[in-house]
C-alpha cells in the first residue's frame, strides 16, 4: 500500500470477467464480512437491470447510480466490495473507496477476459460487432486507474481460491 490509512473493507476492482464476485464472496465468507456488489446494489436502487438502465438512461446515468452508491459505502466497515469494471475511471469513485477499503485489482489478458465473458448476455458494454476490440481499447483506457490499487493480482493462473487467500493475507498486513 502506497501510504498508512484506515482500512477496514476490501474493494474488487477490475474488467469484467476477472473474478471480483466469486473472490469477493469467498472473501467475505473466509473474513465473516459482508459482501456487496455495486452492480446489485444499483439494480436495486434504479429498481431496473443493468442493461435496461444502459438502454433507457444510457451510461452516463448507470455511471452516477454507481458514484451514489460507493459515497454510500464510506461509512460501511468489514465489507467486501466488488464494483463493476468502468467504476474506477471515475476519480472521485476510487478516491471515495481508498478512505476506507485495500483497493485490490483482479486483471487478466484481453483473450482471457473474452473466452470468460463471451457467452453471456448481460454485459451491455459488448453489444458490438467486434466485443473483442472493445474490450482491448476498455482495458487499455482503463488501465491507468486499475494500477492505481494497493494490490494488482493476476486470475489467469490462479484459482478464485488462491486469490481470496492472497487478498486475505494483504488485507490483514493493510490493517496494520
Not at 454510500?72 to 475511471?89: M, N, P, Q, Y
Amino acid at each position: 500500500m502506497e501510504q498508512a490509512r484506515a482500512v477496514y473493507n476490501v474493494a474488487l476492482i477490475g474488467f469484467m470477467g476477472t473474478g471480483k464476485t466469486s473472490v469477493g464472496r469467498l472473501v467475505a465468507d473466509r473474513l465473516r464480512f459482508d459482501f456487496l456488489d455495486t452492480d446489485a446494489a444499483i439494480e436495486a436502487k434504479a429498481g431496473k437491470p443493468i442493461s435496461r438502465i444502459f438502454a433507457e438512461d444510457g451510461e452516463s446515468a448507470f455511471r452516477q447510480h454507481e458514484c451514489e452508491v460507493v459515497r454510500s459505502l464510506e461509512c460501511r466497515r468489514h465489507t467486501v466490495i466488488a464494483t463493476g469494471g468502468g467504476l474506477v475511471a471515475n476519480p472521485g469513485c476510487l478516491a471515495s473507496l481508498k478512505t476506507h477499503a485495500l483497493i485490490v485489482c483482479l486483471w487478466a489478458s484481453p483473450q482471457t477476459i473474452w473466452e470468460r465473458v463471451r457467452h453471456q448476455t448481460h454485459r451491455p458494454l459488448l453489444l458490438t460487432e467486434d466485443p473483442q476490440s472493445r474490450i482491448t481499447r476498455l482495458l487499455a483506457q482503463r488501465d491507468p486507474f486499475y494500477r492505481q490499487a494497493d494490490l494488482l493480482l493476476n486470475t489467469e493462473q490462479r484459482s478464485p481460491m488462491q486469490l481470496a487467500q492472497i487478498v486475505i493475507s494483504q488485507f490483514h498486513l493493510g490493517k496494520g
